[in-house]
Structures are given as structure tokens and as C-alpha cells.
């Protein structure tokens, strides 16, 4: 019997899934699921029961963290990449959404399996503040657009509305703290009018994989 096909947030959790076991030998905890993916764990919980009532993975009781995964779906999934275009920003405007700019500074081709979300941008990053996270000078940092973040969160942030900036991102109650992972630079501390975020990095490009038209 053929699984029933998965909404995107099903096929996202499922390819979340596929990535852990391929890496780790085993499924995440519910907790280190809902961390990863941002929701909570009564929300895996519910997508897992869904994935395996759609046969796309079994489970050996209710809350195992045995899992298997439907091998036909495995393959197919990895025969069927999807590539998307994402646009390169060549610089964040204050107050504007990032994808309602014109001003763009041509387009990358990513994987659309892995990134799956609206609207998402690239921005190139500048110096080696983020060398430690494995971010280097010129790399094209990949964002989903975000006016929020969580502590720790590497995020592209906005600095009295003018310069654009890669950090790591903490509230300390009475300011912001962007924190670079570099040892030569000191965390850097502003008020909370004075940042905006724009958007989550949630991964990289390297290399000359540019595009600059349709």
C-alpha cells in the first residue's frame, strides 16, 4: 500500500528525521526535536503519530525512539531534489520587509529539500567575527526572514538602521548582546531601540554557486 502524501510541515519533520538517523544512528528525543524544529514537543509528538499513520515510519511503541523509516520514501525522497532559487540582499533596509526590496544582488541555488521556508534570503558575510561557527569571510550566510530571536540564535541584525551584521544573538534584560564567535572580538552591547532583526541564518554557501538572472 502506497503512504499517503505529507503537507510540507510533515515532509519537513520527516527529512528533519531522515538527517538525524542518517548522522546519529537514532531518532532525536521529543525534546531535542522540538528544539531544533521550534515547536513544541506535544506538536513532534502529534507528527510523529501522523508520519506513521501515513506509513512513513514505524514506531516500537508509543514513545520509542526507535524509529524506522519507510525506505521507499527514503529513496524516492533523495531522487526528487528539488533546487530553488534564493535571492542575495545587498543590503537591509530598516522597517521593510526583506523580501518586499527590489534591490537585490542576484540569486543562489540551494537545495529546496533542506530549505523549505517563505521568503528565504541571502546575505554575504563580511570579516571573520564568525570564524569559530564555522562562518567565514565572503561566505553567503542563507536566512529565513525573522523580526524575533531566541538566545543564541544566529541572526542577521540591524544596527541603528543602517549597517547589517552576523552575530549570535542574547537579551540581557536591558539590552541587546551580539556576540561574535571570534576570540580576537569583544561581544558588542546596544540598547533595545538600537537593533532589528531581519532574519535566522540557517545555513551556508561557499563556493562560486551564483546566479544572477532568470
Keep these: 500500500m502506497s503512504p499517503v502524501p505529507l503537507t510540507e510541515k510533515q515532509q519537513r519533520v520527516f527529512e528533519y528525521l531522515k538527517d538525524r538517523i542518517d548522522d546519529t544512528g537514532r531518532a532525536p528525543s521529543l525534546r531535542q526535536a522540538a528544539a531544533d524544529l521550534g515547536v513544541s514537543h506535544t506538536a513532534v509528538a502529534e507528527l510523529l503519530r501522523v508520519l506513521e499513520h501515513k506509513g512513513w515510519l514505524q514506531r516500537q511503541g508509543r514513545y520509542s525512539r526507535i524509529i524506522q523509516l519507510a525506505p521507499k520514501n527514503h529513496e524516492s525522497k533523495r531522487k526528487n531534489t528539488a533546487a530553488r532559487r534564493v535571492p542575495i540582499v545587498g543590503r537591509v533596509a530598516a522597517g521593510l520587509p526583506l523580501y518586499a526590496q527590489q534591490e537585490w544582488a542576484g540569486d543562489i541555488v540551494v537545495d529546496g529539500r533542506i530549505y523549505r521556508g517563505d521568503n528565504l534570503f541571502a546575505l554575504r558575510v563580511q570579516g571573520d567575527s564568525m570564524q569559530d561557527a564555522g562562518i567565514l569571510h565572503n561566505d553567503l550566510a542563507i536566512c529565513e526572514p525573522r523580526q524575533f530571536a531566541e538566545n ?63
Design 152 to 214: 543564541g540564535e544566529i541572526v542577521v541584525a540591524l544596527i541603528d538602521g543602517d549597517d547589517a551584521t552576523v552575530k549570535r544573538f542574547f537579551y540581557q534584560g536591558d539590552h541587546i548582546e551580539l556576540r561574535p564567535e571570534n576570540k580576537k572580538y569583544l561581544p558588542m552591547r546596544y540598547g533595545l531601540g538600537q537593533v532589528l532583526i531581519q532574519g535566522r541564518v540557517i545555513g551556508l554557501q561557499r563556493g562560486p554557486k551564483q546566479m544572477t538572472g532568470l
